[in-house]
C-alpha cells in the first residue's frame, strides 16, 4: 500500500484487528509470550473478582447492621432533660401522652412510643443473665420489625404478651428457657422502706422469643408490657422517654428540630447516628482504605500486561520493520499493540466480573463450607455482631471494579505499544 492510503486509513481497522489477533495467538516458539498472556489474563482476573466480592461485601455488611439498628432500636430517642421534683432531680417524662402524641404529629413521623427502661437480673434455675428490659404497649411492639414482625424468626405466641414477657433468642439461650417457662427479674429499685431500698423480685411467663439479627441485641433486650413495667421499676404515671420512628432513617438529621420544636423545652433527642455515628465512620474509614489496597492489586496484575508486550515486541521486531517498510504508520502499529493489551485486560475484567459476581451471589453457600473446614468457628457472631456474612451486589460497586480495571488496563498499555510504534524499521531489520 502507498503512504497517501496508510494516512488515510481510518483507526482500529479491520487489518489491526487482524494483525492484533494474530500475535495474541502466539506460537509454541514464542510460549514466552503465550504465558505472559496468561499470566497477565489471570491476574486481572482474580484481582477483579477480589474487588467486587469485598466491595459487595462491604455493602451487604453496613447495610446489615444499619437494617439491625433500625429494625430494632428508635430512630430517634426524646428524652426529657434532668429538673427537681420533691427535692430529687430526675428525668422522667410525666406528660408522656402529650409528648407522644405531640411528636406524631410532626410530618415525617410514622410511630411515637413512650417506653420505660431498666436493666435488670433474669434467673432461670441456675442460670443468670443481665437484661435491658424495655416496657412498651403491645401495638408498640408489633410495629417493630425485627421484633414484631419476623414471624419465621420467633417462637411463642406475640398476641399473650400482656400475659408475660417477651425476649431475645440469646437471652433463652443463655438461660436456657423455652416458650412457658417463667423466668425471675431482679431489680434493685424495689420498694422503699425504713430500712432503705429492697429489690424487686418479680417472676413472669415467656410469652415470646424474638431474633432481631444482632448478637449483642438478642442476648440483653427483653419486653414488658408497658403498664408492668411502670409498675415493675416505679415509673408509675410517667415514662422514661419517647421512641420515635421516622419514614425516612437516612435524613434524621433534618427531623432533629421539629422534633425538639414539638416536644418543648425540656425536650433533648438522641438518634441512631448518634448511637452508631463513630461504628458507621470506621466502616466509611476501612472501606476507602480497603478499596486503595485493592486498587493497587488491580495495578500490579494490569503491570503484567507490559510485562507481555515488552516480549512481544522484541519477538516482533522484524514483524513491525517489515510492516513499517510497507507503508504502516506508527498510529497504526501502536493500535496494534494496544488492541493487544487492552484486549487482554478485558477479557480479564469480564471474567473478573463473573467470577466476583458468583462469590458475592453464592457466599453463604461458600461461607458454610468454610465454616465446615474450619471446625465451625470462621465466624463468631459474639464478635461480629450479627449471624452471617452478608454480601450485596451492587450496579455501582460492579462499574467502579470494571472501570478501574479497563482504565489501567489501557492506560499501562499505550507505553509498550507506543515503544513498538517508535521502532525504527532499519534497525529493525538490520540484524534479521
Known amino acids: 500500500m502507498d503512504q497517501s492510503k496508510s494516512a488515510s486509513t481510518k483507526p482500529f481497522a479491520r487489518f489491526e484487528w487482524m494483525i492484533a489477533w494474530r500475535y495474541l495467538r502466539a506460537r509454541r516458539e514464542e510460549g514466552g509470550v503465550s504465558t505472559m498472556t496468561w499470566i497477565s489474563l489471570i491476574g486481572i482476573t482474580l484481582a477483579v473478582a477480589a474487588l467486587i466480592i469485598t466491595l459487595a ?10 437494617d439491625t439498628i433500625l429494625g430494632s432500636n428508635a430512630h430517634v430517642t426524646v428524652y426529657s432533660s434532668i429538673y427537681v421534683d420533691d427535692d430529687q432531680t430526675s428525668r422522667q417524662i410525666e406528660d408522656y401522652a402529650g409528648w407522644a402524641e405531640a411528636l406524631s404529629a410532626v410530618p415525617g413521623v410514622t410511630r411515637a412510643a413512650p417506653l420505660v427502661r431498666g436493666q435488670v437480673l433474669s434467673t432461670y ?18 410495629s417493630i420489625p425485627r421484633v414484631g414482625q419476623t414471624p419465621d424468626e420467633s417462637w411463642g405466641d406475640i398476641s399473650r404478651f400482656s400475659e408475660g414477657i417477651a425476649i431475645g433468642s440469646g437471652v433463652a439461650r443463655e438461660l436456657g428457657v423455652a416458650v412457658g417457662d ?46 408492668q413495667a411502670q409498675t415493675y421499676f416505679n415509673r408509675t404515671g ?35 447516628r448518634d448511637a452508631s455515628g463513630s461504628f458507621l465512620r470506621a466502616l466509611d474509614i ?74 458475592a451471589m453464592y457466599i453463604d453457600t461458600i461461607m458454610a463450607f468454610v465454616n465446615y473446614l474450619n471446625g465451625g468457628g470462621a465466624w463468631d457472631p459474639s464478635i461480629r455482631g450479627i449471624y452471617a456474612l452478608p454480601a450485596e451486589l451492587r450496579f455501582v460497586d460492579v462499574a467502579k471494579a470494571v472501570s478501574l480495571s479497563l482504565g489501567l488496563s489501557f492506560i499501562v498499555t499505550i507505553f509498550p505499544a507506543r515503544k513498538a510504534a517508535r521502532m525504527n524499521p532499519v534497525e529493525a531489520l538490520r540484524y534479521e
Open 57 to 66: 461485601v462491604r455493602t451487604g455488611f453496613r447495610s446489615e447492621f444499619v
Open 125 to 142: 434455675r441456675s442460670a443468670n443473665v443481665a437484661m435491658d428490659v424495655y416496657g412498651i404497649s403491645y401495638d408498640n411492639l408489633l
Open 182 to 227: 417463667r423466668i425471675k427479674l431482679i431489680s434493685p429499685e424495689g420498694a422503699k422502706t425504713a430500712f432503705g431500698t429492697s429489690p424487686r423480685v418479680s417472676s413472669y411467663e415467656v410469652v415470646y422469643v424474638f431474633t432481631a439479627g444482632r448478637y449483642d441485641i438478642d442476648k440483653t433486650r427483653a419486653y414488658l408490657p408497658f403498664d
Open 238 to 272: 410517667s415514662a422514661d422517654e419517647i421512641e420515635v420512628m421516622i419514614e425516612d432513617p437516612e435524613s434524621v438529621d433534618d427531623m432533629a428540630m421539629p422534633l425538639l420544636l414539638a416536644a418543648g423545652d425540656r425536650a433533648m433527642i438522641w438518634t441512631w
Open 286 to 359: 476501612e472501606d476507602n482504605v480497603m478499596f486503595v489496597i485493592l486498587s493497587i492489586l488491580v495495578l500490579i496484575a494490569a503491570m503484567n500486561i507490559v510485562s507481555g508486550l515488552i516480549m512481544l515486541v522484541k519477538n516482533k521486531g522484524r514483524d513491525i520493520g517489515i510492516l513499517r517498510t510497507i507503508g504502516l504508520t506508527e498510529g497504526s502499529v501502536m493500535r496494534v499493540f494496544f488492541i493487544c493489551g487492552a484486549f487482554t485486560g478485558l477479557i480479564g475484567t469480564v471474567f473478573g466480573v463473573a467470577l466476583g459476581a458468583l462469590f
